[in-house]
């Protein structure tokens, strides 16, 4: 947790804040109080209106607490996947960490091109390249190691354009509307292309997600009786891909409920998104569309990471909101401290 | 909710309480309270002791909330398993009911078993035999569609021996220590060998479980769009078996942390067992022993189902409690009036 230092830009952008807030302070705004960095407009009315409609007692839309399921996607919805997903990029140091052991690497496809920092020929090894990269790097270990290890990396490891822990790269309006969904009766899940396990050992502090609520890809485990005790050992075999129709079978699996709820920013968000909100009874799907170049990325139809296409095509026709990052945030970190318009 | 007719003998047993109660009811015994159909006794106390140390603020034992997680297996640990497992009684009915559909099964074994009541030949089937039953009975349908089938299945099946509702027959004092925990800070979770979609419709109800923290054995499902909306197509292929070995893995894979007490009652628990107390730590194991032909089922190293064998041997060792049945609960079901002893 790095303090910035404060110089007259923040001190400005901070006096911003306390003036604008100041119009909206009356009661009539009191219900705001917990989106403070989503601007006003339609894309916040959408969430404010249907957590309305689903808790309000005598609500014709009314759901009761248990109900109340939320799915999050975490690469480029809670945070940010650009310029690649966070665990790819720690499986490229794992790479490097672990080549004084595999001298045959030096040689030998995708990880040469890892050791080269080749890229375009990591690219070319395809998915079956990055399966083998997962599998050298994610398995062999028990679970307790495979925790300690994504652990210290994610400790020491830095964002290259940010250049802060991966976890400061979290978005704030995300952060708030978790809080407030929870502060409003609903339980909130992860439903991630990432691996399950990787996620794990932070989304609760940093989230506020336990690892029972976190839904994600995840290679085959055995068990073992040690000498030191029972393990649970990760071997070299994929157990479940939790992306695009991957996502509703996993929601299926893990949680049993169909959500009322589902936040996403990608293609392969789109089954998620059909499965929560294409059926009777309000449900409000949500995309985080990439438009802030400056503040974050702005990426979309043409991504390797986090495409997004199809599911921006189909949000109108589904009635899912559209978070235009540029606009409808007024704040994407939580050490950002560039007001953009908060009217 | 049928209600038994109010004879001498349940009058009696009544009063009995009553009076065995009176001692009890000082500040002393006050904490006893919320396990009324366990007798007093060291297997009572292994359990106010356990929750004693994890709970108690000071405690060189104590373990923060979040941690607390306890699994329980459910058949023969939550509810009656015998004279079969309750999911196959479901299975043979469900062969019965669809069999004019297929006049090739009167030929076909294993349904000419099932057909012709020839639990011999069904045996002899093994478990091969099972899987094609489950695949014929329990794929091949929506999973929304499933539910509905095992729901109204459940709401008119009776048990052979107790003419009740199978849901009926679930352990008073498994009730009272799932509400104990749980009022003590505890997320209680099943971790079962049966099928997770077989059990979710009732858990929330009957054991206040809700669908997100039942672990259990799954097929494969697959999702589609349909005119009528998107679906998750149960297909006949197994995904998991959530037993014996495959509990850790499941627990490991659902909740993403390490229980500190599991309950269960047979060989298909040991690993569960063994993950949950073989570690640094206060943790409590438990093993219900079925020991009261009675009023119930006496059963254990013999038994087609839910044999325990191995795991009985290692209770000792591992410091596990064995409940004794007939001895350690006054009352086995909620429906029994039958007081044994209640010193």
Known sequence: MSSLPVDRRAILAALLVSAAAAPFSGPAAAQDD???????????QSILRFVAAVTGEGSPDFVPVPQRIAT???DGTLWCEQPMYVQLAFALDRVKALSSAHPEWKT?????AVLDGDMAALAKSGTRGLVELVMATHAGMSTAEFEAIASDWLNSARHPKFKRPYTDLVYQPMLELLAYLRANGFKTF?????????MRPWTEEVYGIP?????GSSIKTAFKVETGGPELMRLPAVNFVDDG?????????????????AFGNSDGDFQMLQW????????????VHHTDAAREFAYDRKSHFGRLDKALDAAEANGWTVVDMKNDWNRVFKFDQGIRRSD
Not at 190 to 198: K, Q, R
Request: proline share 11%.
């Open 245 to 261: 129709p991957g996502k509703p079978v996993g929601i299926n699996s893990h949680i049993g409920r169909r959500p009322i709820a």
């Open 72 to 74: 999050f996607d975490n």
């Open 276 to 287: 929560t909100t294409m059926t009777a009874g309000r449900r409000l799907g949500l995309i």
């Open 211 to 215: 690892p029972e609520q976190v839904v």
């Open 108 to 112: 030998q496809q995708p990880f040469k």
């Open 190 to 198: 992860i439903v991630s292309g990432g691996g399950i396990e990787f």
């Open 34 to 44: 917990s989106l403070p960095s989503w601007n006003e407009g339609p894309t916040k």
